[in-house]
Structures are given as structure tokens and as C-alpha cells.
Nanobody, 122 residues
């Protein structure tokens, strides 16, 4: 089970930190990812991090502004979002993958959190 939190309404240039806490069979989770979906758009990968070597992936649109990290002891993954832009407005979902290797397609992930709304006003 994944529980996402931390969304909200902010102004352009502000920061937010999203959290995603995993419970249950966390030992089988190898990759954690964040996705987002804006109204009328497909769900897209934002960032991902592997459990073993903590290698990361970032979408080009968020590179340099977002940072993904994980605390394995707490089974929690974070997404620090800085310099937010109105284009970042979306519902953000965390997801867990039970196979090795970072992937960016939604169907490569096995478990999903409930989503948290991020709204950035201009």
C-alpha cells in the first residue's frame, strides 16, 4: 500500500515536498516513482529512484528543479519540488515497481498511491 501526501496550492516559484509511505511487502519494492496527470493529458513519469544503488531518473521538464530521494528505513520516498511552475499543476501519484531497473511507463509499475493534487498559480 502506498500513501501519498504533501500536495497543495502554491504560487509560481514556491516549493513543495511530496511524501509517499509504503507499507506491507516493502521488501519486494525495487523502484519507486512519481508520476503526474494533468486534466486531459496522459499520466507521465516525473522521477524515479531505485532501491539498490539509488540511481535516479528525471523527466526533462523537471530536471534541476525536482529532487527524488528515499529513506529505506522509513519505506518512504520524497519528491522535493522547487521553482514550481503553473505547468506543474497536476495530480501526482507515487508508484512502486517490484522488478529491477528504472522504468518510466505507468504499466511497468505494480502498485499505486491515491494521488495528491498540486496546483501552481501564476
Amino acid at each position: 500500500q502506498l500513501q501519498a501526501s504533501g500536495g497543495g496550492l502554491v504560487q509560481a516559484g514556491d516549493s513543495l515536498r511530496l511524501s509517499c509511505a509504503a507499507s506491507g511487502r516493502t521488501v519486494s519494492i525495487y523502484v519507486m516513482g512519481w508520476f503526474r496527470q494533468a486534466p486531459g493529458k496522459e499520466r507521465e513519469s516525473v522521477a524515479a529512484i531505485s532501491r539498490g544503488d539509488s540511481s535516479t531518473y528525471y523527466a526533462q521538464s523537471v530536471k534541476g528543479r525536482f529532487t527524488i530521494s528515499r529513506d529505506n528505513a522509513k519505506n518512504t520516498v520524497y519528491l522535493q519540488m522547487n521553482s514550481l511552475e503553473p505547468e506543474d499543476t497536476a495530480v501526482y501519484f507515487c508508484a512502486a515497481r517490484t522488478n529491477w531497473g528504472i522504468r518510466i511507463r505507468p504499466y511497468d509499475y505494480d502498485f499505486w498511491g491515491q494521488g495528491t493534487q498540486v496546483t501552481v498559480s501564476s
